[in-house]
């Protein structure tokens, strides 16, 4: 009795093993793809809310089923509230694929998380845009790691009722922000300094700040100046898009930075609008990679190829209120749907600065100074809210 | 031969039984292969983690591409104590965790005094189970209620706008308020037991030696009870120094230290940073407990 016990015991801890042997068996140890293989039956993303739409938030949005009949990869998805959620999440190798904005995308290839893409494996990469192909923020050493999933600008939301005149600059959130003391509100980032840059270029011409993310001490103390005076006035920083969402509809926010899914979200007889302000605005341009550590990349790259595919692209760039990657998306979208978020159109385009990791080397060019790079943007970040 | 194998059969107890034996006549080793399992797991889950946690303290992180990079560097505790945001966020902090630890002492010693001495065991009963019932829902599902009552639509709005007041809406006093009902079963709890093991003829004792009520509260039950109020204290001074939940939720734009640490995990990607700040208040929490030993509150714990 005893020996079967003792045998018992052995054959389960056998299974133990092999079921772990099992697991580790993964990965293509992040070298690049020459060839798809089976499908692995599930792939595990990562990216900004809405960008993975299976259904259950609204039956209406849903491009995450069909896929998954197509090719049989079942689709767990995450999402998160600023880049740098998204880059800590990463790192712990759970998730194939990441939709990752251009102050993420350069940190993930520096630190060897994602692998370069073998575009010619997907389909669909023909019919992207050129302008966003090979672009810094997606390439390097000719090495390309991201397709691009849509583009867009980080808006100004107000609430109609309490706001007015209907603001057109940047001004209610930072000089004129004590009209609406308390019930401000700004984007829990430090990404969200260059915002603040962003406004000082017009109105402080004086600072010479020539891009966002390229600024020098001076330039920095300014920017913070700027969001500590904002402070004053900033009843509660979002990161969480819900809780922006629910501060809305409850009016405890009433003005400041968004993206068009949260006005998107919000309740039917809730009295707000967004606009795109005269000084114009941050954005983003994200791309899909693919982890060094991926468990399943056959089924990560086939996401990668249906996501740029222009009816899926549609569906999800319209669902987050951004331009698509394809112009093709544009007969799939709804009416208007390319003119509003000006898809193709360069010149706007060209107007957008997009959210980069800002560096010692500045971004702009000068080689005089040493500019203030993301760790200095940390700190000076948590002491603006102090 | 075979008389030989049978033989040795019989004289050669089993594993389990000489395993037995042996126990049996050593009960220290015994007493030791019984503590082992919870020792490992306090040694292992406890004390290394902090000790991690110190360690890390030390390291540094490339800013870029967001890597740990272990050795020695005291960095971290430069900024934590040269930078004076570390300072008004520890304060606030501290400040924060005494008024909510003071308020729930005061709000829990009237309601446990109700509960031990004056109220019918029926009565008793009903109280102990509402005071029990919020700890049945969860600590988020609480805090997204506050979010609700304090909001500018909310109860609180409603119920003191009439009389001329308004609600405290997301801000540090908002926070305070959710988090002071959030502990307060921790603190009313020991009270109540240690105020259900004072003797009720030591207050009719006290009362017919001619000590007014107020003195008797003082002088006879407040040092028996001093105990369980320590036990309370360190429950929701501890909760409220760690929280950033809370004060995310219903505390506006306001920091606590637990923010910070999170910032520094989940913005900044700056884990040894984080764990710098993480060890402030571990050393207040060990700095109160001292201070409470010393009282000789613990004995009696």
Same mark, same amino acid.
């Given at each position: 009795m005893q020996k079967k016990a003792t045998f018992k015991l052995l054959a389960l801890g056998a299974v133990a093993v092999l079921a772990l042997s099992g697991c580790s068996a993964a990965g293509n140890g992040g070298q690049m793809l020459d060839k798809l293989g089976d499908p692995e039956k599930t792939v595990s993303l990562l990216g900004w809310p809405g960008y993975a739409e299976d259904g259950s938030t609204d039956p209406a949005y849903d491009w995450v089923t069909p896929f998954e009949t197509e090719t049989g990869c079942d689709v767990t998805f995450k999402s998160y509230g600023t880049s740098d959620e998204a880059i800590s999440l990463f790192k712990t190798g759970d998730y194939d694929a990441i939709a990752a904005s251009g102050d993420a995308t350069l940190r993930l290839i520096a630190a060897g998380d994602v692998q370069p893409l073998n575009t010619s494996l997907l389909q669909n990469y023909d019919g992207v845009y050129d302008f966003l192909k090979d672009r810094d923020f997606n390439t390097v050493d000719g090495k390309n790691y991201g397709v691009p999933h849509g583009y867009g600008a980080n808006l100004l939301m107000y609430n109609t009722e309490e706001v007015s005149p209907a603001p057109t600059s940047w001004s209610v959130v930072f000089d004129g922000a004590s009209e609406y003391k308390g019930k401000v509100t700004a984007y829990d980032s430090p990404i969200y300094i260059a915002d603040a840059a962003l406004y000082l270029m017009t109105h402080s011409p004086e600072l010479n700040i020539t891009n966002p993310y390229a600024l020098d001490e001076d330039q920095l103390a300014a920017a913070v100046e700027l969001l500590k005076a904002q402070r004053e006035n900033v009843g509660e920083y979002w990161s969480d898009y819900l809780k922006a969402i629910q501060a809305f509809d409850t009016g405890d926010t009433v003005v400041g930075t968004t993206w068009q899914v949260i006005k998107n979200y919000l309740a039917a007889d809730t009295p707000a609008a967004v606009v795109l302000p005269e000084e114009g605005a941050t954005g983003w341009s994200d791309s899909w990679m693919v982890s060094s550590k991926a468990k399943s990349p056959n089924c990560a790259y086939l996401w990668l190829d249906y996501i740029i595919s222009p009816q899926a692209n549609a569906a999800a760039t319209e669902y987050f209120g951004e331009a698509p $990657?394809?112009?093709? $998306?544009c007969q799939y979208g709804s009416e208007g749907f390319c003119e509003t978020y000006n898809a193709g159109d360069t010149e706007f385009e060209s107007q957008l600065w997009y959210w980069t990791t800002p560096t010692e080397k500045c971004l702009d060019g000068r080689t005089d100074v040493k500019c203030t790079d993301y760790a200095k943007w940390t700190t000076a970040w948590q002491e603006v809210k102090g | 031969m075979v008389n030989a194998v049978g033989k040795a059969e019989v004289e050669r107890p089993s594993l389990a039984h000489r395993i037995s034996t042996t126990l049996y006549s050593k009960p220290k080793l015994r007493l030791r292969l019984l503590l082992s399992a919870p020792v490992t797991w306090l040694g292992l889950v406890y004390i290394a983690a902090l000790l991690a946690l110190l360690v890390t303290a030390f390291f540094t992180v490339d800013s870029f591409t967001g890597e740990i990079k272990p050795g020695f560097s005291l960095q971290n505790f430069t900024d934590l104590f040269t930078n004076s945001l570390y300072s008004t966020v520890t304060l606030r902090t501290i400040g924060i965790a005494l008024g909510v630890t003071i308020v729930d002492v005061l709000i829990a010693l009237p309601i446990a005094f109700y509960m031990a001495k004056i109220a019918s065991p029926r009565t008793r009963g009903i109280l102990l189970i509402s005071i029990l019932m919020p700890l049945w829902a969860s600590y988020l599902v609480k805090a997204y209620a506050w979010r609700s009552v304090l909001s500018n639509v909310g109860i609180a709005a409603w119920l003191l706008r009439p009389i001329g007041l308004d609600t405290p809406g997301y801000s540090l006093l908002g926070a305070g308020i959710t988090l002071g009902y959030l502990w307060l079963p921790y603190v009313i709890l020991p009270i109540y037991a240690s105020l259900e093991k004072v003797p009720s003829n030591l207050l009719e004792a006290s009362s017919d030696l001619g000590a007014k009520t107020f003195t008797t509260l003082r002088k006879v039950v407040f040092p028996l009870i001093l105990p369980g109020i320590v036990a309370g204290s360190i429950f929701s001074f501890s909760l409220t120094l760690g929280d950033y939940i809370t004060i995310n939720i219903v505390g506006g734009a306001s920091q606590m230290l637990g923010n910070l640490v999170y910032g520094n995990v989940g913005v900044a990607n700056n884990l040894p940073m984080a764990a710098a700040i993480a060890l402030v208040p571990v050393v207040i929490m060990f700095g109160y407990l001292t201070a409470v030993r010393k009282t000789g509150a613990l004995d009696n714990l």
């Open positions: $990657a394809t112009p093709d $998306a | -």
